[in-house]
């Protein structure tokens, strides 16, 4: 099966791989001339069977997302389809399905779990659209996921939007699951009484209840540096938490530790938290209680 | 009415001259020279008539206030009655009411609100312990508490521990009160829209649903300081909203705001978060994120 | 003075009656023709003096808001003013003033605090806008707004929008300070050793730092209903609360009490939480632990 | 090698058949005749090598456990050596350390998770205590703990109390991990766009960041109830989440997830929330809001 693959940054490259060590002949495109095969998207187009293509997706979030499905819409052929494997917004997915029905063009979307890993382990699909469509793409997913049961690392999880809603959950559980375990490393350091931090969650690895894949990293992160000293506690969010509090706040559903996860993430890149200071303030207001004066630049 | 004073810094002070403005005779004794009344704690029980005296004690929760305790009890008379109006743990009062009552000395605790304002303003009492004790020492209570209706500022809350358990919980409340304002003022700060911060926290004083004592003192510290640029984000916790946390944990109480005020204060006082080092090495391990380097010293 | 104002509902109708009692000559349209003073927002419009009309708009935010401005652009003329006083997303002031402003027509949005007691205590006013409008507009404004200093009861916030923003700011505070007094209350009621609670709760309001009007009303409540037994324990949620976690989540401000406060009402609401269903499974899965068979209907 | 096991209820008796499938030579002992070896604490003590003797204790945690380490400090001789293998408190292992070193008997304290898959999978063990101990003792937990490296579900991880305290600290996390799972579950189950909801969570199980055991266990109560409707919402909670909390709390370390997975707990087995129906007095005292009555009983 010959496939296109839109997007060689550090995910697509690895894609391109994993699908080509899977039996995929992937034409891959890439702004970037030195990690493109095609040199442009009509080229890559043009290598695939018409009416029969598969594109795959794998460009940021967003503006440069809608601008590939839409050059795609003017060049691909009734019949041809687009599989988005970004971190999409599910909304966007049923926007870019609509644009290329009216052009005959199939679309699946697809939440790809894995990181930098997934070329070696293989990568977790979640994917929504028609079921025909999902079918004939089974041997790319297949290349894809990781070995074992395909029900194990892969789902058809509904229409049209259901791969990145379901994605987007996937993301939300994975911020409270980090901020778990941070707060467990924090309570081990906070005491003199557990003496070896590093050992106690390596013990953790096998047996029992909290083990997973995300434990074995931070027991690797430990290995490398004891006490996370060469780190900040600067905490990026990558915006699917956001959508995740978002969309529970939307249907009414009540998500205290995603959220609490979340705004734990924007805390840490607070230099001075204006309502901290406002606490702090009105402590001294009622109080007379003594208040620290604002360091220079704070 | 005479009372003895046990303690005359910044809070016991401002009682005396408010039990004395209310026509209170009131004996106070400090170890410190300059503002005591009497020498010792000897002179100041001895001032007052055996089996009818109050000694108020006004001094640090914990070991201090344990130790006063102790030395009363050697040295009152039966029929004499301690009120306790320190910040102590409402599961001390049990002990001193029951260490004082085997020398037949009676026990009230007694929490106060209202910080340096109630000089002026008077103090929120609520007290715990015997009805008949409470009777007598009113006239202390009306001096101390706010003109207007005595239920409106006084309350006798129950029997010994009442007192401190109810300001315990008033104190908790006031955690939450003050995070939800300072999240408030953040949010009007964080976009550009709301061109008037302070007048619009001032704006709220009268006629809205959040109008309050803590808002007015919200909006003089803003009149003091518009961005709240002199003060910095760090806040102290005194220990009673731990002491409410923990009690409702007790129970099984949820209290996910006063907690979350609580844990906002921890946070403020924190260099580095050992929590959000964790994080962001768990990011780095699975996505390749880049991480920021610890600064030098965090 | 005379002004044009839609919709006569609860809010509405109080409006009128202050606005009169203020001294301003208000002609109302509704389509309840019990309580409109006109037949139609024609005749409405009509009775005001082109090129100066003020006309306030007191309707449910959403569609009907934007029916009702959609009808005064083609109704109104240049140099007349439509009141946005709903409880409308700010986003929406942006869009109504520009195509009002094809139109020549001048655009103020109005946040408005004060529930059923602005009638007799008058509004809280929180006003976006020109300048120039506001101040033409300053006489309704000061019928309105609580007695006293002008700015205690009313704010120019800012640009367009800058109203409707503070206020959704103001309910989300308003969000926390109720859930802050709802724990604290219920930490009260948890021990036996507090046997006073609504004396308790009176008793903080004077002189306490957690005085407030909220208070005044939990104090009513209880002294309706000492323990709340008539109430449920379903708790609605407006709106407001929703826009204001989703507003911080787009700035990356932290919000854990106002966003707890919103989830517990979320919560209040569920018959079943799904969410402890699956983590009481977990613990029957890991731990043998015995779970509840669900009830019927449950 | 042949030890003492005193407790053979769920955990203990699981342990003995694991520690004897390892080699280790078990004499139990349980006042249940039908599961004892021996018919007594004595019996038990009499058939192990004075001086030599390792006593595991697998009791219910608190008073129970009390009563065994007096009963065995009174039986046991200077050399022997007890091992606290229970859900026990870390600052009751001092305690009870000191207590058996006046008669020179040695203390380990375990930390013990594996749940009911503990026979099969082995147990992660975190211990405190002596290092000459614990090397003296490592036959035991080898037998114990899972196949594969030592330190990947053992560890020494301090003197006395480390054990049980990285044990609070790992059940601690897995409150957070389990309500991270569940409110992603409860998001997936209200929109209708994922059809397949446990087929989405199964799709987890490889390649994903969530993967881990507890995802699998979710996965597998799916398969046997996929809308888990036979199961109720109530959670238990066993007290060391509490310990944790109370812990953070002492150490100043914000824990703004695992007390909120806690506080979900709490939420869930309240009939009524008084907190709520406190904001429901609230709305309906300022806004008019339209409450519900209490249900009969309710």
Redesign the interface.
């Known amino acids: 099966m010959r496939i296109g693959l839109v997007g060689l940054g550090?995910m697509g490259a690895n894609m391109r791989t994993r699908l080509r060590a899977g039996g995929i002949d992937v034409v891959g495109y890439d702004r970037n001339p030195e990690v493109t095969d095609v040199a442009s998207l009509e080229e890559l187009v043009a290598s695939l069977p018409e009416g029969e293509r598969f594109v795959w997706v794998m460009v940021p979030a967003g503006a440069i997302t809608q601008g590939v499905v839409d050059d795609l819409a003017g060049l691909l052929s009734p019949g041809d389809t687009v599989i988005e494997g970004g971190n999409s917004h599910?909304l966007d997915d049923g926007k870019h399905a609509a644009a290329l029905a009216e052009h005959g063009i199939g679309y699946l979307d697809v939440g790809v779990?894995?990181?930098?890993?997934?070329l070696e382990?293989?990568?977790?699909?979640?994917v929504?659209g028609d079921a025909a469509l999902v079918e004939r793409a089974l041997p790319v997913f297949d290349a894809l996921?990781?070995?074992?049961p395909r029900?194990?690392?892969?789902?058809?999880?509904?229409?049209v939007?259901?791969g990145h809603?379901?994605k987007m959950?996937?993301?939300?559980?994975?911020?409270?699951?980090?901020?778990?375990?941070?707060?467990?490393?924090?309570?081990?350091?906070?005491?003199d009484?557990?003496?070896?931090v590093p050992?106690?969650l390596?013990?953790?690895?096998?047996?029992?209840?909290?083990?997973?894949?995300?434990?074995d990293?931070?027991v690797?992160?430990?290995e490398e540096?004891p006490s996370?000293?060469?780190?900040?506690?600067?905490?990026?969010?990558s915006g699917e938490g956001?959508w995740?509090?978002?969309?529970?706040?939307?249907?009414?559903?009540?998500?205290?530790?995603?959220?609490?996860?979340?705004?734990?993430?924007?805390?840490?890149?607070?230099g001075?938290?204006?309502?901290?200071?406002?606490?702090?303030?009105?402590?001294?207001?009622?109080?007379?209680?003594s208040?620290?004066?604002?360091?220079p630049g704070?």
Chains 1, 2, 3, 4 share one sequence.
């Open positions: 550090k599910y779990s894995g990181g930098v890993w997934g382990n293989g990568y977790g699909l979640m929504g996921r990781p070995e074992g029900d194990e690392g892969f789902v058809h999880a509904g229409a939007g259901a809603y379901a959950v996937h993301n939300g559980i994975e911020y409270g699951l980090m901020q778990a375990y941070a707060e467990g490393f924090e309570l081990l350091e906070a005491k009484i557990v003496t070896d050992g106690t390596k013990a953790w690895s096998r047996g029992t209840v909290v083990r997973s894949w995300l434990l990293l931070l690797k992160a430990l540096d996370l000293e060469q780190i900040s506690d600067w905490v990026e969010d956001r995740t509090v978002d969309e529970a706040i939307d249907s009414a559903v009540p998500l205290p530790v995603i959220s609490a996860a979340l705004f734990a993430r924007f805390s840490s890149r607070q001075a938290s204006p309502a901290m200071k406002a606490v702090a303030a009105l402590r001294h207001q009622f109080g007379g209680h208040v620290r004066p604002s360091a704070a």
